[in-house]
């Protein structure tokens, strides 16, 4: 993921990016080209799991290229209804050449065969996916037939038995506690018909004129008793002609269900009529007036009870709105709490609302400044040709300029690694010890080196400072130093054959006045060997014949005032010479900086003196 955020890309990747899109959106770095910052900043890099991972939602664009080939059919119907319903309405789902939508093709449409790029249709309904616990197949002929539901095998036993449900049974529903039908058994079209408008499996709205408080009060009877219940001699019309029928409600409960259901059986009733006749064979009039009273005192009874039993639910039910209404005012209560609360709630998140955007700004600010830091930082290292390579605490790799990657031995994939996993072409033997001594010591370092077989370089270790002054690495540069150093090799040479040359006796000391060189001249006059001089102090040569404080004094004006002695004269009874009077003259010098040296000429002046005195 940190590699995507990055946006390096090779220059064999965006070989066919025309330069006028590769110049806007890219930027050249070493090693290849990365994505603009602002293109970067709009996007998010986030790890999810296709598989389990609810998605996102509402996206234009999911590119799902060379994945689905990884997984087996049971996933790939996993992915699919997920991407379907990430997908904005019009949305497009992008996939590789060897992919396919695995039986969901009603769901997109197709726009561009070659790519593999489909559109989310408008007028499909949205897929069931897996995050929502159901059961996430699609539902379709050609799972089925793949067995994903097997139909009930074909056998003269079923067969038989459902034709003789079909002729013999009497007309039945069973319904839900909602009176909704769940299903039909035997020929009900006496009794139920389809409403009109929206279609329905509603009882109430099917059942024929005359039935519905009837099968009304039998269900609410049967549902509180819990027990068979039977209206008889019902009367209802079904298209325009009377009947009479027995109604049956028998309650049932499936093992492990929690909803009950109930039969009801719709039994046709015969009514029989008195048959007396007169002469002329009419039924008699008299006999009308008595069916329809006792039909009336029967609908009598049955509407008083079926107005008891709906004064004792009223009764029941505004008990239970009482108790609503108590606890929807404790609710009420609870809610004007919770609103104070919210209130209070929303004032705080005001203020901290805007503590953030005020620190928001201020992150803005300060990023805008690092990011104009870091761009001067990068162009400072890319425009000074010194290689630079800056480490951490652990000595692992930061940064480093061009120019080190030759000397170094670097490559761009090396940021990270350790130091001392890099064979660098320097003749040096441990680079990493003595980043490791700048680190402790906190002290800089500078050291003489040379590339194998080539140049000279000044190889500088400083430690790095962050704005608190607290080390957190170190820096490594190096100069080339191959000219000067031959220079001056080519003036000490010079030097050296000027000195070893001259008549007079010369030394050469170091600001501890101990002797680094001396002529031939010296040896001879004086009659020492190299050995005892080399490496003595000056005021040790001899039987201390130099030790003269008045010399002492004006050698250390040359090193420390960087004066000159011009003939001075130092009189002594030197070993081997016997009375000798000597003219000095000496001056400082500094073959290398920071390392003072005195170039100290002697001139014996004895005889020169006595015939001046004669």
């Not at 090779?10 to 070493?30: D, G, M, N, Y």
């Not at 996102?56 to 990884?70: E, T, W």
């Not at 009764?315 to 919210?342: G, I, M, R, Y």
Request: hydrophobic share 35%.
């Amino acid at each position: 993921m940190q590699r995507a955020r990055s946006g390096m890309y090779t220059k064999a990747a965006v070989s066919q990016i025309s330069p006028e899109r590769l110049k806007r959106f890219f930027v050249h770095q070493e090693g290849g080209y990365q994505v603009n910052k602002s293109i970067r900043d709009m996007c998010i890099f986030a790890r999810q799991n296709l598989v389990k991972d609810p998605p996102f939602s509402n996206l234009d664009l999911v590119s799902c290229r060379n994945l689905l080939i990884y997984l087996g059919p049971l996933l790939q119907r996993r992915v699919i209804p997920t991407l379907h319903y990430a997908l904005k309405p019009n949305g497009y789902l992008m996939l590789g050449d060897a992919e396919s939508l695995a039986g969901f093709g009603d769901h997109f449409s197709l726009v561009d065969k070659k790519d593999k790029i489909y559109q989310k249709r408008k007028t499909t309904a949205r897929l069931t996916t897996y995050f929502a616990n159901a059961d996430y197949l699609p539902r379709r002929t050609e799972d089925v037939k793949s067995g994903l539901h097997f139909p009930a095998p074909f056998t003269v036993e079923n067969e038989v038995e459902q034709l003789l449900i079909n002729r013999f049974v009497p007309a039945s529903v069973v319904v839900n506690d909602h009176m909704e039908i769940v299903q039909f058994q035997g020929k009900t079209g006496a009794y139920l018909e389809p409403a009109a408008g929206q279609p329905t499996f509603s009882l109430s709205k099917m059942a024929r004129e005359g039935l519905v408080v009837d099968l009304r009060a039998a269900l609410s009877k049967a549902k509180k008793t819990n027990a068979t219940v039977r209206q008889e001699g019902v009367q209802f019309e079904s298209e325009g002609k009377g009947g009479e029928v027995d109604l049956e409600v028998i309650p049932l409960r499936a093992q492990g269900a929690q909803e009950r259901y109930f039969v009801i059986v719709f039994q046709e009733k015969v009514v029989q009529r008195a048959a007396g006749k007169n002469g002329s064979g009419k039924t008699r009039a008299a006999d009308h007036p008595t069916l329809e009273s006792r039909t009336l005192r029967r609908e009598i009874v049955q509407l008083r009870g079926q107005l008891s039993s709906l004064i004792e639910d009223h009764e029941t039910t505004l008990e239970e709105f009482k108790s609503v209404n108590e606890e929807v005012l404790s609710a009420n209560e609870e809610l004007q709490s919770t609103n104070e609360e919210l209130e209070t709630a929303k004032e705080e998140l005001q203020s901290t609302n805007e503590e953030l955007m005020t620190l928001n700004e201020e992150m803005q600010n300060r990023n805008a400044e690092l990011s104009l830091v870091n761009s001067d930082l990068v162009n400072l290292l890319d425009t000074v040709n010194l290689p630079v390579v800056m480490v951490s605490l652990d000595l692992r790799i930061r940064r480093f300029t061009p120019p080190s990657q030759r000397l170094l031995n670097l490559l761009p994939s090396d940021i990270g690694r350790r130091l001392g996993e890099i064979r660098t072409n320097l003749e040096l033997e441990d680079l990493e010890a003595l980043v490791q001594e700048t680190i402790r010591c906190a002290s800089p370092q500078e050291h003489e080196v040379r590339e194998r077989g080539g140049s000279w370089y000044a190889l500088r270790i400083r430690p790095y400072k962050s704005w608190d002054s607290k080390i957190t690495g170190a820096v490594i540069s190096l100069q080339d130093i191959d000219t000067l150093k031959r220079a001056l090799e080519k003036t000490r040479e010079y030097a050296d054959g000027l000195i070893e040359n001259s008549q007079g006796s010369i030394l050469v000391l170091d600001d501890k006045f101990r002797v680094t060189a001396a002529n031939r001249a010296f040896y001879r006059t004086f009659d020492v060997s190299s050995p005892e001089t080399e490496g003595s102090s000056i005021y040790e040569l001899g039987n201390g014949q130099w030790n003269v404080p008045g010399l002492r004094r004006v050698l250390e004006d040359v090193v420390s005032r960087n004066d000159q002695v011009i003939d001075y004269k130092v009189s002594h009874d030197f070993l081997k010479l016997g009375p000798r009077t000597m003219l000095l003259n000496a001056r400082r010098v500094e073959l290398q900086p920071g390392h003072p040296s005195i170039v100290l000429a002697i001139e014996d002046v004895t005889e020169t003196r006595e015939k001046g005195a004669a």
